[in-house]
């Protein structure tokens, strides 16, 4: 398999750099309600990321949808270990 390489640069909230594979969606996430942190999987209903992981990848997405209860939702992945490598 040829793997194709792209550097994203974003805007970074914590300092860092990560690599990982990307998985990329064109809509937003919500936090609450829409992965499950303790199996760093997409629940949310009709999102195009629907069943897949986050875990240990590179989330590319455009922004979330909601307030406080995503980064808390986040944080208990990265507590659980199912957290992406960055966002």
Do not use: Y
Request: aromatic share 4%.
């Amino acid at each position: 398999m040829n793997a194709t390489i792209i550097v994203l640069h974003g805007r970074k909230v914590v300092g860092g750099s990560a690599e990982g594979e990307a998985l990329v969606t064109t809509q937003t996430i919500s936090g609450w309600g829409g992965v499950n942190p303790m199996t760093g999987t997409v629940i949310e209903t009709r999102h195009e990321l629907r069943g897949q992981s986050f875990k240990d990848k590179v989330l590319v997405c455009p922004g979330a949808k909601g307030s406080s209860g995503w980064s808390s939702v986040f944080h208990q992945a990265r507590l659980a270990g199912t957290a992406p490598k960055a966002m």
